[in-house]
């Protein structure tokens, strides 16, 4: 990230989304906002997930004071998203998990200003200012650092925005009639469309009135991906949801489960756990176009 970047701020919030690998190793920094000299820190505030905590130093290790949860060492979880928020303001940090304070300090004596005397040439998402510490394994994103410390609102309407995002994806989805819609890790949210569609892809239609469940209207919405499907028209994934269900539950037939959704690419994905005696004949009048899935054991 830009050098010096928490130059005279005597305030600050870090926040973002997270999802560990669970083969990460330790120790490691998911952010790292200061400075080294030759292979260790000096100077610096970062966030880690194990144990869970942020710390600021003025030198190294050493000197520094933590904002953690009190008692037993608190990993942040693996293989899930996870929002964090570290907020800094006067003598006070707090760190958040998803929107729910985690730990608090109220005896911070180190700005972030004071950090470098506000000179950081390290600051770094993803990699520790120990050059022996682990680079971060994983994903971050809508990575962000603010000049002021968020409110508990603020940093609760931070870490609701995913889902949010969901619904109003989802809300534009149906009422532009798409066959489908979902988050990609690498591009983020993707609406695919029938082959047929006559549409605008890059102006998706909304309604001014339409509310999401906490009885808000967005002021902006998503900018998802869009695209058309290579292969189905949406009388096409009809015709094969409604013969699925024919071939495998005739007449709401409860013997096998069954139930069908379009993939988004070029899949109809059929969750049956009917014997292939039953499902072949269905491979067979729709060659190449459906993708059959076990259906997942009931926890």
Known sequence: MPDNIMTGLNSISVDFDVWIDPAMGTPYFFYGLGN???????GYLFTTGNTFRTSLSLTDYTAKQDIQPSGAAYELPRSAWEHVTYTQTGTTGILYENGVEKARNTNVTITPGAIGGGTTT???IGRSLYANDKYFTGRIRDFRVYDHALTLTEVQD???EPAKHWEQLQELANYNCALAY??????GPVITFPSDYAGDLDNLQTRTDWTDSTGQTPTSWPTPTTAKSPLFTA???KKITDAAYEQI????DETYRVSVSYDGSDRMVVVTDAPASVTDPLLNTYPGQITLQAPQPDR
Do not use: E, K, L, T
């Open 36 to 42: 080294s000299s030759g292979a260790n820190g000096n």
């Open 122 to 124: 390290a600051d770094y």
């Open 158 to 160: 931070r870490a609701n």
């Open 182 to 187: 979902f988050n990609d890790p690498n591009i």
């Open 235 to 237: 009388a096409q994934v």
């Open 249 to 252: 539950a005739p007449d709401a």
